[in-house]
Protein backbone atom coordinates (compact mmCIF):
# COMPACT_ATOMS: atom_id res chain seq x y z
CA UNK A 1 0.00 0.00 0.00
CA UNK A 2 1.22 3.13 -1.08
CA UNK A 3 0.23 6.71 1.20
CA UNK A 4 -1.21 9.22 -0.73
CA UNK A 5 -0.14 12.31 1.30
CA UNK A 6 2.74 11.98 3.65
CA UNK A 7 3.91 14.60 5.18
CA UNK A 8 8.18 14.45 7.27
CA UNK A 9 8.08 17.30 10.13
CA UNK A 10 11.52 17.45 12.41
CA UNK A 11 9.08 16.91 15.40
CA UNK A 12 5.84 16.67 17.14
CA UNK A 13 5.22 20.75 17.81
CA UNK A 14 5.81 20.89 14.28
CA UNK A 15 3.12 18.20 13.56
CA UNK A 16 0.86 19.32 16.10
CA UNK A 17 1.32 23.51 14.53
CA UNK A 18 1.16 21.94 10.99
CA UNK A 19 -1.81 19.96 12.16
CA UNK A 20 -3.38 22.90 13.70
CA UNK A 21 -3.28 24.69 10.15
CA UNK A 22 -4.62 22.10 7.84
CA UNK A 23 -7.32 22.24 10.36
CA UNK A 24 -8.28 25.44 10.05
CA UNK A 25 -7.79 25.92 6.43
CA UNK A 26 -10.18 22.85 5.71
CA UNK A 27 -13.30 24.29 8.08
CA UNK A 28 -12.75 27.84 6.52
CA UNK A 29 -12.80 26.46 3.56
CA UNK A 30 -15.77 24.05 4.54
CA UNK A 31 -17.66 27.19 6.08
CA UNK A 32 -17.46 29.58 2.98
CA UNK A 33 -19.47 27.33 1.20
CA UNK A 34 -21.80 25.30 4.13
CA UNK A 35 -23.61 26.17 6.93
CA UNK A 36 -21.39 23.59 9.18
CA UNK A 37 -17.99 22.09 9.33
CA UNK A 38 -18.02 18.65 11.21
CA UNK A 39 -14.71 17.28 12.77
CA UNK A 40 -14.47 13.80 14.68
CA UNK A 41 -11.53 14.11 17.25
CA UNK A 42 -8.82 11.66 18.08
CA UNK A 43 -7.47 11.11 21.57
CA UNK A 44 -3.75 10.76 22.38
CA UNK A 45 -1.10 12.97 22.95
CA UNK A 46 -0.32 14.22 19.91
CA UNK A 47 -4.14 15.44 19.31
CA UNK A 48 -4.06 16.82 22.70
CA UNK A 49 -0.80 19.32 21.44
CA UNK A 50 -3.25 19.99 18.57
CA UNK A 51 -5.63 20.54 20.80
CA UNK A 52 -3.85 23.31 22.54
CA UNK A 53 -2.63 25.25 19.60
CA UNK A 54 -6.50 25.55 18.52
CA UNK A 55 -7.25 26.74 22.41
CA UNK A 56 -4.28 29.77 22.00
CA UNK A 57 -6.51 33.54 21.65
CA UNK A 58 -5.53 34.12 18.33
CA UNK A 59 -7.05 30.88 17.12
CA UNK A 60 -10.71 32.41 17.86
CA UNK A 61 -11.03 34.48 15.09
CA UNK A 62 -9.88 32.43 12.09
CA UNK A 63 -12.99 30.22 12.71
CA UNK A 64 -16.31 30.35 12.47
CA UNK A 65 -16.32 27.81 15.85
CA UNK A 66 -20.30 28.75 16.33
CA UNK A 67 -20.39 26.54 13.22
CA UNK A 68 -18.01 23.38 14.03
CA UNK A 69 -19.95 19.98 14.90
CA UNK A 70 -17.17 17.79 16.81
CA UNK A 71 -17.66 14.23 17.16
CA UNK A 72 -15.19 11.29 18.37
CA UNK A 73 -13.63 8.83 16.38
CA UNK A 74 -13.34 6.06 19.81
CA UNK A 75 -14.03 6.44 23.27
CA UNK A 76 -13.20 4.42 26.18
CA UNK A 77 -16.50 3.50 28.38
CA UNK A 78 -15.76 5.90 31.60
CA UNK A 79 -17.72 8.86 32.62
CA UNK A 80 -16.66 12.26 31.13
CA UNK A 81 -14.53 13.16 33.79
CA UNK A 82 -12.74 9.76 33.86
CA UNK A 83 -9.14 10.61 33.41
CA UNK A 84 -8.79 7.75 30.82
CA UNK A 85 -11.67 9.98 28.68
CA UNK A 86 -11.30 11.20 25.20
CA UNK A 87 -14.09 13.75 25.22
CA UNK A 88 -12.26 15.05 29.08
CA UNK A 89 -8.96 15.83 27.49
CA UNK A 90 -10.15 17.70 24.63
CA UNK A 91 -12.30 19.48 26.95
CA UNK A 92 -9.54 19.97 29.19
CA UNK A 93 -7.45 21.24 27.03
CA UNK A 94 -9.43 22.79 24.31
CA UNK A 95 -13.32 23.10 24.57
CA UNK A 96 -13.91 24.74 27.74
CA UNK A 97 -12.07 27.43 26.00
CA UNK A 98 -13.39 26.98 22.58
CA UNK A 99 -16.68 29.52 21.26
CA UNK A 100 -18.42 26.34 20.27
CA UNK A 101 -21.71 26.00 21.63
CA UNK A 102 -22.82 23.05 23.66
CA UNK A 103 -25.13 21.48 21.08
CA UNK A 104 -22.37 21.28 18.64
CA UNK A 105 -20.27 18.48 21.04
CA UNK A 106 -21.92 14.92 20.40
CA UNK A 107 -19.73 13.11 22.96
CA UNK A 108 -20.00 9.20 23.36
CA UNK A 109 -22.11 8.27 26.59
CA UNK A 110 -19.36 6.29 27.71
CA UNK A 111 -20.79 5.91 31.26
CA UNK A 112 -23.55 3.73 29.70
CA UNK A 113 -23.33 0.28 29.07
CA UNK A 114 -20.85 -0.31 26.05
CA UNK A 115 -23.67 -2.25 23.90
CA UNK A 116 -25.92 0.59 24.55
CA UNK A 117 -23.10 3.37 24.36
CA UNK A 118 -22.08 2.56 20.99
CA UNK A 119 -26.48 2.11 19.92
CA UNK A 120 -26.72 5.55 21.24
CA UNK A 121 -24.11 7.59 19.39
CA UNK A 122 -25.10 5.32 16.21
CA UNK A 123 -28.47 6.78 16.55
CA UNK A 124 -26.72 10.51 17.10
CA UNK A 125 -24.96 10.30 14.08
CA UNK A 126 -27.85 8.64 11.90
CA UNK A 127 -30.39 11.52 12.93
CA UNK A 128 -27.55 14.29 12.40
CA UNK A 129 -26.17 13.11 8.62
CA UNK A 130 -30.21 12.06 7.37
CA UNK A 131 -30.63 10.86 4.90
CA UNK A 132 -26.90 9.72 3.99
CA UNK A 133 -26.19 6.35 4.20
CA UNK A 134 -22.73 7.01 5.98
CA UNK A 135 -21.87 9.97 7.77
CA UNK A 136 -19.84 12.36 5.50
CA UNK A 137 -17.60 14.02 8.08
CA UNK A 138 -15.05 16.95 6.76
CA UNK A 139 -12.27 15.49 8.65
CA UNK A 140 -11.76 12.76 10.86
CA UNK A 141 -8.02 13.07 13.01
CA UNK A 142 -7.17 9.63 13.91
CA UNK A 143 -3.52 8.36 15.79
CA UNK A 144 -1.97 5.01 15.23
CA UNK A 145 -0.46 3.02 18.33
CA UNK A 146 2.98 0.73 18.46
CA UNK A 147 0.49 -2.16 17.56
CA UNK A 148 -0.71 -0.93 14.20
CA UNK A 149 -4.05 0.29 15.71
CA UNK A 150 -6.32 3.64 14.89
CA UNK A 151 -9.24 4.48 16.68
CA UNK A 152 -10.35 1.60 18.37
CA UNK A 153 -10.07 -0.89 15.65
CA UNK A 154 -7.57 -3.40 17.35
CA UNK A 155 -5.49 -6.40 15.63
CA UNK A 156 -7.64 -9.01 15.02
CA UNK A 157 -11.07 -7.56 15.92
CA UNK A 158 -14.63 -8.25 15.00
CA UNK A 159 -15.16 -4.28 14.55
CA UNK A 160 -12.40 -4.85 11.06
CA UNK A 161 -15.29 -6.52 9.55
CA UNK A 162 -17.92 -4.73 9.98
CA UNK A 163 -19.61 -3.39 6.93
CA UNK A 164 -23.08 -1.80 8.05
CA UNK A 165 -22.67 -0.39 11.61
CA UNK A 166 -21.47 3.15 11.71
CA UNK A 167 -20.17 2.39 15.68
CA UNK A 168 -19.30 -0.13 17.44
CA UNK A 169 -18.50 -1.43 20.98
CA UNK A 170 -15.01 -3.33 21.52
CA UNK A 171 -13.59 -5.29 23.71
CA UNK A 172 -9.90 -4.68 24.12
CA UNK A 173 -6.44 -5.64 26.09
CA UNK A 174 -6.02 -1.92 27.32
CA UNK A 175 -6.92 -0.26 30.90
CA UNK A 176 -9.93 0.76 29.74
CA UNK A 177 -11.14 -2.54 28.13
CA UNK A 178 -14.50 -1.28 26.65
CA UNK A 179 -13.89 0.86 23.79
CA UNK A 180 -16.68 2.59 21.42
CA UNK A 181 -15.02 3.11 17.89
CA UNK A 182 -16.61 4.47 14.41
CA UNK A 183 -16.32 1.35 12.02
CA UNK A 184 -13.95 1.29 8.92
CA UNK A 185 -16.97 2.58 6.45
CA UNK A 186 -18.10 5.06 8.85
CA UNK A 187 -14.55 6.50 8.85
CA UNK A 188 -13.79 5.94 5.10
CA UNK A 189 -16.62 7.89 4.05
CA UNK A 190 -15.35 11.09 5.57
CA UNK A 191 -14.07 13.79 3.09
CA UNK A 192 -10.63 13.91 4.89
CA UNK A 193 -8.72 11.36 7.22
CA UNK A 194 -5.45 12.73 8.78
CA UNK A 195 -3.16 10.35 10.69
CA UNK A 196 -1.12 12.22 13.47
CA UNK A 197 1.78 9.88 14.32
CA UNK A 198 5.01 11.23 16.32
CA UNK A 199 7.90 9.25 18.45
CA UNK A 200 10.57 6.99 17.58
CA UNK A 201 8.61 3.92 19.32
CA UNK A 202 5.66 3.96 16.15
CA UNK A 203 8.68 4.33 13.46
CA UNK A 204 9.04 0.58 12.70
CA UNK A 205 5.09 -0.31 12.93
CA UNK A 206 4.49 2.76 10.76
CA UNK A 207 6.79 1.63 8.22
CA UNK A 208 4.92 -1.82 7.99
CA UNK A 209 1.46 0.45 7.86
CA UNK A 210 2.75 2.36 4.54
CA UNK A 211 5.08 0.65 2.88
CA UNK A 212 4.33 -3.46 3.96
CA UNK A 213 1.99 -5.92 2.54
CA UNK A 214 -1.60 -4.81 3.04
CA UNK A 215 -2.43 -7.00 6.10
CA UNK A 216 -5.38 -5.15 8.19
CA UNK A 217 -6.03 -7.54 10.22
CA UNK A 218 -2.62 -7.09 11.60
CA UNK A 219 -2.30 -3.88 11.12
CA UNK A 220 -5.26 -1.78 11.10
CA UNK A 221 -4.49 1.55 10.19
CA UNK A 222 -3.93 0.22 6.56
CA UNK A 223 -7.63 0.05 6.97
CA UNK A 224 -8.68 3.71 6.15
CA UNK A 225 -8.72 4.17 2.76
CA UNK A 226 -11.01 7.05 2.39
CA UNK A 227 -13.26 5.46 -0.52
CA UNK A 228 -14.17 9.58 -1.82
CA UNK A 229 -12.18 11.80 0.45
CA UNK A 230 -7.81 12.62 0.63
CA UNK A 231 -5.76 10.68 3.31
CA UNK A 232 -2.99 12.78 4.70
CA UNK A 233 -0.21 11.66 7.40
CA UNK A 234 1.53 14.08 9.11
CA UNK A 235 4.66 12.24 10.62
CA UNK A 236 7.80 13.82 12.84
CA UNK A 237 11.22 12.67 11.90
CA UNK A 238 11.43 9.68 14.91
CA UNK A 239 8.10 8.17 13.67
CA UNK A 240 8.70 8.96 9.34
CA UNK A 241 12.89 7.29 10.14
CA UNK A 242 12.49 4.53 8.35
CA UNK A 243 9.89 5.95 5.50
CA UNK A 244 10.73 5.91 1.96
CA UNK A 245 10.16 9.47 1.43
CA UNK A 246 11.23 11.51 -2.40
CA UNK A 247 12.14 15.12 -2.54
CA UNK A 248 8.00 16.33 -3.05
CA UNK A 249 6.69 14.33 -0.19
CA UNK A 250 8.80 16.73 2.27
CA UNK A 251 6.90 20.02 3.28
Not at 93 to 102: F, K
Not at 119 to 142: H, I, Q
Not at 150 to 156: D, G, K, Q, V
Amino acid sequence: MEPRDVRLYPDAEAVAEAAADYLIALASDALAHRDRFCLALSGGSTPKALYARLARPEEAGRVDWSRVHLFWGDERCVPPDHPESNYRMAWDVWLRHAAIPAENIHRVQGELPPPDAAADYERELRAFFVPESLPRFDLVLLGMGEDGHTASLFPESPALHEHHQWVMAVETRQSVPWRVTLTPPAINAAAHVLFLVTGAAKAERLQEVLHGPHEPERLPAQIIQPTSGSLTWMVDAAAGSLLYFTSDTLP
